[in-house]
């Protein structure tokens, strides 16, 4: 039998990290549909709009007022890509031959690709007893506590000593306040962002990675190409000219606090996300924390 990662019962109400409906998100995504209903043949023929969408959504996330992401910059090269989950799935078969490392509590989805196709793969503990052919991913907000992971840093120290590759995974960074982090790091090669978790369009698979170097990977060939998905490409246009990054996170943090008090759960830098005590342990993922999603709550009239 195969092991399985995810061993939280479906029936628990704040399980899965998931978007909020927000009523002028959604609004807004009908508008959008209607439009593409009229344009359809001309967004699919727009060879470039996956470009500019990766241009716009990168100058959006500098925009942030309530996170400080230095040097973002450096990582002059932008991909459309179908989620993060795309992203990491060329970062696996890059560093195939590595031995693939995280922290217990990250996205579920890593564990299940490397216990199926690279076998060769370790928890990270807190010793951080990182090997010299190792490849690590890790996101930022930490999945799992939904603030930056305590070791990242120090982390990050070692993998620049080290020469390791590492995927910095910010699928959640847009519903984030009070993350601070300087992108200018060696080992740093590659980062993904998505717009699934901050907008409920996680179906439609809008996602980036930006790297240091055009190494020409299958990524790269299909966006030269403008072999990507220019529906999603044209839907994630139209949000971010319509909400700024930090839209999410200052409409719902009152409502964050105000369930964190009557739940007596501690709030997250993720707007949607709480941690909770050892009463909260049916939420526990396999890490340090027990992880609630809050997003349920947001949407009661
Ligand atoms: C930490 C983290 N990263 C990435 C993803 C994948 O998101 P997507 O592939 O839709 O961008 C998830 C989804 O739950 C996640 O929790």
């Known amino acids: 039998m195969k092991k399985n990662f995810n061993k939280i019962s479906n029936s628990l109400p704040y399980k899965s990290i998931r978007a909020i409906e927000d009523p002028q998100v959604n609004l807004e995504l009908k508008r959008i549909f209607k439009n593409f209903s009229k344009n359809n043949k001309k967004i699919i023929d727009n060879k470039k709009i996956h470009q500019i969408f990766c241009n716009k959504y990168l100058k959006w996330i500098k925009n942030s007022k309530n996170n400080k992401l230095k040097n973002l910059s450096k990582f002059k090269y932008l991909n459309f890509a179908n989620g993060s989950s795309q992203v990491f799935d060329y970062f696996y ?73 590492v995927l910095v995974d910010c699928c959640h960074l847009a519903m984030c306040k009070g993350i601070n982090f300087d992108f200018n790091q060696k080992s740093i090669k590659e980062i993904s962002f998505s717009m699934s978790k901050n907008f409920p369009v996680s179906r439609l698979r809008i996602g980036m990675r930006l790297s240091k170097i055009d190494d020409d990977d299958p990524l790269f060939f299909l966006n030269k190409l403008a072999l990507v998905n220019k529906f999603s490409a044209y839907v994630g246009l139209k949000l971010l000219q319509k909400f700024k990054f930090d839209y999410i996170y200052e409409k719902y943090k009152d409502k964050q606090l105000k369930y964190c008090k009557k ?39």
């Open 93 to 165: 078969s890059k560093y195939k031959n590595k031995r693939f490392r995280a922290f217990r509590g990250e996205y579920v989805y890593h564990y299940i690709s490397w216990r199926n196709h690279y076998k060769n793969w370790k928890f990270l503990d807190k010793k951080l007893n990182l090997k010299k052919n190792d490849a690590v991913v890790i996101s930022l907000p930490f999945s799992d506590s939904g603030s930056k992971h305590p070791l990242m840093n120090k982390l990050i120290q070692i993998c620049n000593k080290k020469n390791i590759p």
């Open 263 to 301: 739940l007596k759960v501690k709030p997250s830098n993720i707007v949607a996300i709480a941690t909770g005590d050892q009463k909260w342990k049916m939420y526990n993922r396999g890490g340090d924390w027990n992880r609630l999603c809050l997003s349920s709550l947001y949407e009661k009239k």
